[in-house]
């Protein structure tokens, strides 16, 4: 077995040793053998029979880590209590915390932040409801909620594991825009409740972030909150996948010169983010999309069960095209996958029209590997932070917030997702425009800011923003 070079991260082994038995010069040895580097060792207990020692390793990757544990476990008298690597340790109690905006140092100050100073806050509030908007956290706060039902490519793991996933997102809310995000996990997947439990929590809240939750239920849950409710509902899955994706392929579509109106676009994966992704390209511009699933093309005039694919029967696939993915993407400008792992092949991407955009989005593996399409392809994205032009809804949902809360708006209607498509494009200028960056980085300041400017012009032209605009000098 090869010995990985060049350890860029660190794990935490906890071994337990039989005092008459083991050997830490054998420990150290076997780890300095297997290509780690220990880099501190710390004892956690110790008694008459045994000891237990915490052994930092530098370590290359997870494969690397497996095969250290494996070499020391095999060690006579040596017991591998628990490992922990860098991402573990940093989810430790959890990624976020609620801090005061002041400390209370004395009774003037509680009298104020409580009884009996805050019951004219609540009187205020109580006579006119639209104060909660600037005197609560309702101004700065959004609930990311979800119920475990489709996370990442993990699939419907439950309210507790879909927790760290939504604690990231309250992260990245934060750091990226300002903005107070809350997870809340839901231990029920049934669409009324989910509803209802929504509903009741609204008022602590200034927009609704919908994540993770399976389609088509996450369809007819977003749908019934944005007409029950008078604040923001997004869904990210759906929209922010959709704004990102639109972003970079305008400027795909400026590197081939091509017109969004002139391409044949085929969709691949017709779950919540290729259905709101196909509303989206028609309602920029597109007019020949081809969306098609394990089943085949969807048909024009067709009826299905499924309420996406109804959808995609009565907007989409124009000149009736028929059978499986090979036989569409013939002659196809753009191919979008929200799909799975090796669905696209090179030949594929080689039947394709004159200067082929692929956007393979499935992760962790796309449905075309870069490498595998690139002798074919003009422009090439993933999901993926390993190759260029990630496609990542980090681009969209701090930004869009951001811009809601500020105008304070209603809901989040068509122009508005399409203004914070066209800001995230407008971030990559154009001399950078280039096959490998069509899309700004996750880490570019400018892109929140960009976004949250769109979004609130786009909202006062929407008639669906509620907070008085301020006039320019």
């Given at each position: 077995m090869s010995i990985p070079t060049g350890a860029n991260t660190s794990v935490i082994i906890r071994l337990e040793l039989q005092k008459e038995k083991a050997s830490f010069g054998s420990i150290a040895t076997t780890i300095s053998e297997s290509g780690?580097?220990?880099?501190?060792?710390?004892?956690?207990?110790?008694?008459?029979?045994?000891?237990?020692?915490?052994?930092?390793?530098?370590?290359?990757?997870?494969?690397?880590?497996?095969?250290?544990?494996?070499?020391?476990?095999?060690?006579?008298?040596?017991?591998?209590?628990?490992?922990?690597?860098?991402?573990?340790?940093?989810?430790?109690?959890?990624?976020?915390?609620?801090?005061?905006?002041?400390?209370?140092?004395?009774?003037?100050?509680?009298?104020?932040?409580?009884?009996?100073?805050?019951?004219?806050?609540?009187?205020?509030?109580?006579?006119?409801?639209?104060?909660?908007?600037?005197?609560?956290?309702?101004?700065?706060?959004?609930?990311v909620v979800s119920d475990g039902s489709a996370v990442l490519g993990l699939g419907n793991i439950g309210p507790e594991a879909a927790m760290p996933v939504m604690e990231g997102k309250a992260m990245l809310f934060k750091q990226l825009a300002g903005v107070d995000a809350f997870p809340i996990c839901l231990a029920t997947q049934d669409t009324d409740e989910i509803v209802r439990i929504v509903k009741s929590l609204s008022p602590t809240f200034g927009g609704i972030n919908l994540e993770d939750i399976s389609a088509p239920r996450c369809f007819e849950i977003e749908q019934r909150l944005i007409e029950e409710l008078d604040i923001p509902v997004f869904h990210d899955d759906q929209h922010g996948t959709a704004v990102v994706i639109l972003a970079g392929l305008l400027n795909a579509l400026k590197l081939t010169g091509k017109q969004l109106a002139d391409c044949k676009i085929v969709v691949c994966g017709l779950g919540a983010a290729g259905t709101a992704c196909a509303k989206m390209l028609i309602a920029a511009g597109a007019v020949n999309i081809v969306g098609v699933d394990r089943h085949g093309a969807i048909q024009r005039g067709g009826t299905y069960d499924n309420p996406g694919w109804q959808w995609f029967a009565e907007h989409t696939n124009p000149h009736g095209e028929t059978g499986s993915l090979p036989n569409v993407i013939r002659g196809a400008d753009v191919f979008i996958g929200v799909s799975g792992p090796g669905v696209l092949k090179a030949h594929d991407v080689r039947n394709m029209a004159a200067d082929p955009i692929v956007f393979a989005m499935a992760n962790p593996t796309p449905e075309i590997l870069p490498e595998e399409a690139e002798p074919y392809v003009r422009v090439m994205a993933t999901g993926r932070s390993d190759y260029p032009n990630q496609i990542n809804n980090v681009l969209c949902f701090p930004g869009m917030f951001r811009g809601l809360l500020d105008c304070r708006a209603s809901r989040v209607t068509e122009e508005m997702k399409l203004a914070a498509a066209k800001a995230i494009a407008s971030v990559v200028e154009g001399d950078e425009l280039n096959e490998y960056y069509i899309i700004p980085t996750v880490f570019n300041h400018e892109v929140a800011e960009r976004v949250r400017s769109a979004v609130v012009a786009a909202a006062y032209e929407s008639g669906v923003a509620r907070k008085k605009r301020e006039k320019s000098n």
């Open positions: 780690g580097d220990i880099v501190a060792i710390d004892v956690v207990r110790t008694d008459k029979h045994a000891t237990v020692r915490d052994i930092t390793v530098n370590v290359f990757d997870a494969k690397h880590t497996d095969l250290i544990v494996e070499l020391v476990g095999k060690l006579d008298g040596v017991r591998v209590a628990h490992v922990s690597d860098q991402t573990f340790l940093l989810h430790l109690g959890g990624k976020i915390e609620t801090n005061p905006k002041f400390p209370i140092k004395n009774r003037d100050d509680l009298s104020r932040v409580y009884t009996p100073g805050v019951a004219r806050i609540c009187t205020a509030i109580a006579e006119k409801p639209a104060l909660a908007h600037s005197l609560t956290i309702k101004r700065n706060t959004v609930a």
